[in-house]
DNA sequence: CGACGGGACGC
DNA sequence: CGACGGGACGC
């Protein structure tokens, strides 16, 4: 789904919407994969390659390709189509590849017709996804989290719910028993780091879905269990202990002052081919992620946006309606205060943005079905107007949403496809799905015109600003928190280590003017988007602090050590560069291990008794548009919403920050580690 | 507290 | 039909 193939604003071609035909222009005869390079003519891709290959799976052997292909060229132009026979029997296998000449048009086929369509004399929807490798070969990557204390109840779609608000969820795949039983956990794949990032920063321990006594776990997947019968793969992670399921300790990892110094961890790739064109990366060239922060490299394929719940068979995502009440009611549950609602807010209220522009391709995909008729037969609203009428968390979002938004908007951003302005938590998805509700009655919710090369950058654009939001919104917290502790404690010696921060403080107006900034560009999105928008990789490299490392060394329950990085939640096998180097530079200055007892302590109880909150991002909304936030010093209270907005639930996390200055576990750590 | 999804062309 | 290096004892 989503953003495979990195970030051309090429349109479509001629993408007039759906079920439009394609004519099948020229076909190339091109057999297979990897050309050379034919640069010359065909139609011109700034990266390697002029096709996008998807593997289709649930094909009826009886199915030909008379009968696949046009179903294919509703979505794009099809260079070809190859259905796989065994060699010797010829028997058709039951599945084909389809070339398309973009993966733009290969995404928009994995998004109408992934588990969407039934070949006549086919058991199932079929199965579209990239072909294997391809999207490595495409340059993408993936971000691959765990998520663990999930409602055995829930479905894909729910789980995708929550993790939207922070991205595009590539996929979502519940673990599941023999019976179908989801196993309480899954994993949950974006195509950005930040995006995963985000969301860990906001869910991880802190949001509970209905009915589990346990916040979420949310962290870096591990690499995946090698399959036997792999052989090419795992690049990179050279550790000992592979079969080892043992957590990384799962400390939350404390919010996000990776932002300020270099997450984009330096030349680090062995083992990894970069991917083609690197440069073209949409959001400052991020470097292909390292074995520990995704699954393995191969196997990306199943990137669709599948979701075959138990109830199967059918196709449309909407007609799984009934599980739509589940995560409506799930935020908000039991003791309003426990329960949080993963809240990300823009710094624009909605109506500043032309809903035409907020809706991409992907809202235009989802609209279709959410507005089907089985969705409007969906007769939840009672129940979605009392969750939402609740509004435990309030904020603004009602009456930002109410006035602002009609209903296609409320409908593309409740499929969380990320829309530019949109508030996007399972919170305020009861308000967008009740706000979805009156239009489909009203009408069949029209559905305008994709206008892809714009939409996508705006897509893209939003998306990013969401991230930044999140991340300003977490580093505000772990900044006022790092004050109050310094004021605490104020060891002399420690305020040179700290002074990075300071210094990145000082970053904050010109980041927060670079979100507000993309997110207007975003709203107009005009084409000179791109010259506004400053790549986070920018940013970063502009705050980039001295010496700092977070990467701590852990030894697992086998007894092998790993490093868990504090900051970005990462965990990996190997001894990260960084951490050597710092711990020798350290080792002149010894005294400071001693400092870091009092701050656990000190901060454990406040943990503990801490009753997570929503993320008020009212508090951003303010901020992010004052000149000088002169942020951070006080706690904040917003009578709007009679909600302290200061410790916030990123708290739940080890915020201390000795972590920044030091290897070692703080007792929260372990405590967590052996909880 | 749960860890990875059917099938995979072709030289 | 091969598949990517760094190191090996400890709770």
Same mark, same amino acid.
């Given at each position: 789904?989503?953003?495979?193939?990195?970030?051309?604003?090429?349109?479509?071609?001629?993408?007039?919407?759906?079920?439009?035909?394609?004519?099948?222009?020229?076909?190339?005869?091109?057999?297979?994969?990897?050309?050379?390079?034919?640069?010359?003519?065909?139609?011109?891709?700034?990266?390697?390659?002029?096709?996008? =290959? *998807? $593997? &289709? +799976? !649930?094909?009826?052997?009886? /199915?030909? #390709?008379?009968?696949?292909?046009?179903? %294919?060229?509703?979505? @794009?132009?099809?260079?070809?189509?190859?259905?796989?026979?065994?060699?010797?029997?010829?028997?058709?296998?039951?599945?084909?590849?389809?070339?398309?000449?973009?993966?733009?048009?290969?995404?928009?086929?994995?998004?109408?017709?992934?588990?969407?369509?039934?070949?006549?004399?086919?058991?199932?929807?079929?199965?579209?996804?990239?072909?294997?490798?391809?999207?490595?070969?495409?340059?993408?990557?993936?971000? =691959? *989290? $765990? &998520? +663990? !204390?999930?409602?055995?109840? /829930?479905? #894909?779609?729910?789980?995708?719910?929550? %993790?939207?608000?922070? @991205?595009?969820?590539?996929?979502?795949?519940?673990?599941?028993?023999?019976?179908?039983?989801?196993?309480?956990?899954?994993?949950?794949?974006?195509?950005?780091?930040?995006?995963?990032?985000?969301?860990?920063?906001?869910?991880?321990?802190?949001?509970?879905?209905?009915?589990?006594?346990?916040?979420?776990?949310?962290?870096?997947?591990?690499?995946?269990?090698?399959?036997?019968?792999?052989?090419?793969?795992?690049?990179? $992670?050279? +550790?000992?202990?592979?079969?080892?399921?043992?957590?990384?300790?799962?400390?939350?990892?404390?919010?996000?002052? @990776?932002?300020?110094?270099?997450?984009?961890?330096?030349?680090?790739?062995?083992?990894?081919?970069?991917?083609?064109?690197?440069?073209?990366?949409?959001?400052?060239?991020?470097?292909?992620?390292?074995?520990?922060?995704?699954?393995?490299?191969?196997?990306?394929?199943?990137?669709?946006?599948?979701?075959?719940?138990?109830?199967?068979?059918?196709?449309?995502?909407?007609?799984?309606?009934?599980?739509?009440?589940?995560?409506?009611?799930?935020?908000?549950?039991?003791?309003?205060?426990?329960?949080?609602?993963?809240?990300?807010?823009?710094?624009?209220?909605?109506?500043?943005?032309?809903?035409?522009?907020?809706?991409?391709?992907?809202?235009?995909?989802?609209?279709?079905?959410?507005?089907?008729?089985?969705?409007?037969?969906?007769?939840?609203?009672?129940?979605?107007?009392?969750?939402?009428?609740?509004?435990?968390?309030?904020?603004?979002?009602?009456?930002?949403?109410?006035?602002?938004?009609?209903?296609?908007?409320?409908?593309?951003?409740?499929?969380?496809?990320?829309?530019?302005?949109?508030?996007?938590?399972?919170?305020?998805?009861?308000?967008?799905?009740?706000?979805?509700?009156?239009?489909?009655?009203?009408?069949?919710?029209?559905?305008?015109?994709?206008?892809?090369?714009?939409?996508?950058?705006?897509?893209?654009?939003?998306?990013?600003?969401?991230?930044?939001?999140?991340?300003?919104?977490?580093?505000?917290?772990?900044?006022?928190?790092?004050?109050?502790?310094?004021?605490?404690?104020?060891?002399?010696?420690?305020?040179?280590?700290?002074?990075?921060?300071?210094?990145?403080?000082?970053?904050?107006?010109?980041?927060?003017?670079?979100?507000?900034?993309?997110?207007?560009?975003?709203?107009?999105?005009?084409?000179?988007?791109?010259?506004?928008?400053?790549?986070?990789?920018?940013?970063?490299?502009?705050?980039?602090?001295?010496?700092?490392?977070?990467?701590?060394?852990?030894?697992?329950?086998?007894?092998?050590?790993?490093?868990?990085?504090?900051?970005?939640?990462?965990?990996?096998?190997?001894?990260?560069?960084?951490?050597?180097?710092?711990?020798?530079?350290?080792?002149?200055?010894?005294?400071?291990?001693?400092?870091?007892?009092?701050?656990?302590?000190?901060?454990?109880?406040?943990?503990?008794?801490?009753?997570?909150?929503?993320?008020?991002?009212?508090?951003?909304?303010?901020?992010?548009?004052?000149?000088?936030?002169?942020?951070?010093?006080?706690?904040?209270?917003?009578?709007?919403?009679?909600?302290?907005?200061?410790?916030?639930?990123?708290?739940?996390?080890?915020?201390?920050?000795?972590?920044?200055?030091?290897?070692?576990?703080?007792?929260?750590?372990?405590?967590?580690?052996?909880?």
């Amino acid at each position: 789904m989503g953003t495979a193939g990195g970030f051309r604003p090429i349109p479509g071609p001629g993408d007039g919407g759906f079920g439009s035909g394609f004519q099948p222009p020229p076909v190339v005869g091109q057999k297979r994969g990897y050309p050379f390079a034919g640069r010359g003519s065909s139609p011109d891709h700034s990266d390697g390659s002029n096709f996008a =290959k *998807l $593997f &289709v +799976g !649930s094909v009826p052997r009886t /199915a030909t #390709e008379e009968i696949i292909r046009p179903l %294919f060229e509703e979505h @794009g132009n099809v260079i070809e189509v190859a259905l796989i026979k065994d060699k010797r029997t010829g028997q058709q296998q039951g599945c084909c590849f389809v070339k398309y000449t973009t993966s733009e048009e290969a995404d928009r086929a994995i998004r109408n017709l992934h588990n969407q369509h039934t070949l006549p004399g086919g058991v199932g929807p079929i199965q579209v996804r990239y072909a294997d490798g391809e999207r490595e070969r495409l340059g993408a990557v993936e971000y =691959k *989290l $765990f &998520v +663990g !204390s999930l409602n055995k109840q /829930a479905s #894909e779609k729910e789980v995708k719910e929550i %993790f939207s608000p922070y @991205g595009v969820v590539e996929d979502v795949y519940l673990m599941r028993d023999e019976m179908k039983q989801s196993r309480g956990c899954g994993f949950v794949k974006y195509s950005h780091r930040d995006m995963a990032l985000a969301a860990i920063n906001a869910l991880n321990g802190i949001f509970t879905m209905r009915g589990c006594d346990q916040p979420l776990s949310v962290r870096f997947a591990d690499p995946k269990k090698p399959r036997p019968g792999d052989s090419r793969g795992t690049p990179a $992670f050279g +550790g000992p202990g592979f079969g080892s399921r043992f957590q990384p300790p799962g400390p939350r990892p404390t919010p996000n002052f @990776g932002e300020f110094m270099g997450d984009r961890i330096p030349i680090d790739v062995r083992g990894f081919r970069p991917p083609i064109d690197a440069g073209i990366h949409p959001f400052g060239g991020q470097l292909p992620p390292r074995s520990s922060e995704m699954g393995l490299p191969l196997n990306l394929g199943g990137l669709a946006g599948g979701f075959r719940g138990p109830n199967q068979g059918l196709v449309n995502p909407a007609s799984s309606a009934s599980q739509q009440n589940f995560n409506q009611s799930a935020s908000q549950h039991p003791p309003p205060g426990l329960q949080v609602s993963p809240v990300l807010k823009t710094s624009q209220s909605p109506k500043q943005l032309p809903p035409s522009n907020q809706l991409h391709s992907h809202a235009l995909t989802y609209s279709q079905t959410q507005t089907s008729p089985a969705l409007a037969q969906q007769h939840n609203q009672p129940q979605n107007f009392n969750s939402s009428g609740q509004l435990p968390f309030s904020q603004p979002a009602p009456s930002q949403e109410s006035p602002g938004l009609g209903g296609q908007l409320a409908v593309s951003q409740s499929m969380g496809a990320s829309s530019a302005a949109a508030t996007h938590t399972p919170l305020s998805m009861n308000l967008q799905s009740h706000a979805a509700a009156p239009s489909q009655q009203q009408l069949p919710t029209p559905i305008q015109p994709p206008q892809n090369s714009p939409s996508q950058l705006a897509h893209m654009l939003s998306q990013q600003k969401q991230t930044l939001q999140a991340r300003f919104q977490s580093s505000q917290q772990a900044f006022s928190q790092l004050q109050q502790q310094l004021q605490l404690i104020q060891p002399p010696n420690q305020s040179s280590t700290l002074q990075p921060s300071s210094q990145t403080i000082k970053q904050q107006p010109h980041w927060a003017g670079v979100v507000t900034h993309t997110a207007a560009s975003a709203a107009s999105a005009t084409s000179d988007a791109h010259t506004s928008t400053v790549p986070p990789a920018a940013i970063n490299t502009q705050v980039v602090a001295p010496v700092k490392c977070n990467w701590t060394e852990h030894t697992s329950p086998d007894g092998y050590k790993y490093y868990y990085n504090s900051v970005t939640g990462e965990s990996k096998w190997e001894r990260p560069e960084e951490l050597s180097v710092i711990e020798q530079q350290q080792q002149k200055p010894p005294i400071l291990q001693p400092h870091n007892q009092p701050h656990p302590q000190l901060l454990s109880t406040q943990q503990l008794s801490q009753t997570p909150q929503a993320q008020l991002q009212t508090q951003f909304q303010t901020q992010s548009q004052m000149p000088h936030p002169q942020p951070l010093q006080q706690p904040s209270f917003h009578s709007q919403e009679g909600a302290y907005t200061q410790m916030q639930p990123a708290n739940n996390s080890i915020n201390d920050p000795t972590r920044f200055h030091q290897g070692f576990p703080t007792t929260q750590e372990w405590a967590w580690k052996n909880k």
